[in-house]
């Protein structure tokens, strides 16, 4: 059985830039940064979730994609075509003002949503998250 995830990727058009966004913008913490083979290993997660590993990869050819399908992707990436996930917090309003002071480009302002309070917004590239403050269901 599956007992949990460690890491999960997310391209980037920059790997700089998307960790300047990630530690300056959204607070996380660098957990690994290492070049192996001539590939940069760049993973960031929340400080409160150590458990968890958001590896920024880098758009590029190589075994798995080669230089046409690259170009699509960044095309798509670009366009936010890709979801990338949800991330949680206490209090979605006051999160939201926080990362919007920072420089975070949101899609609009917090949501009232039958599972909770939600913010929608991008990375520098093009990667969209859900910000949600989850519903108490108790």
């Excluded at 790997?15 to 192996?36: I, S």
Aim: charged content about 25%.
């Amino acid at each position: 059985m599956i007992s949990s995830m460690s890491h999960t990727a997310l391209y980037v058009h920059d790997q700089d830039e998307a960790l300047a966004f990630y530690t300056e913008k959204l607070g996380f913490e660098v957990r690994t940064d290492m070049t192996m083979d001539g590939f940069r290993w760049l993973t960031v997660g929340p400080k409160d979730q150590t458990d968890l590993q958001i590896v920024l990869m880098k758009l590029a050819p190589s075994p798995m994609m080669d230089e046409a399908t690259v170009a699509q992707m960044k095309d798509l990436l670009s366009k936010g075509a890709f979801g990338a996930g949800v991330f949680n917090t206490a209090d979605c309003k006051a999160t939201y003002e926080e990362l919007r002071a920072r420089g975070v480009e949101f899609m609009g302002e917090p949501q009232e949503r039958p599972y909770g309070i939600e913010a929608m917004f991008k990375d520098n590239s093009g990667n969209w998250f859900s910000l949600t403050q989850p519903r108490d269901f108790g």
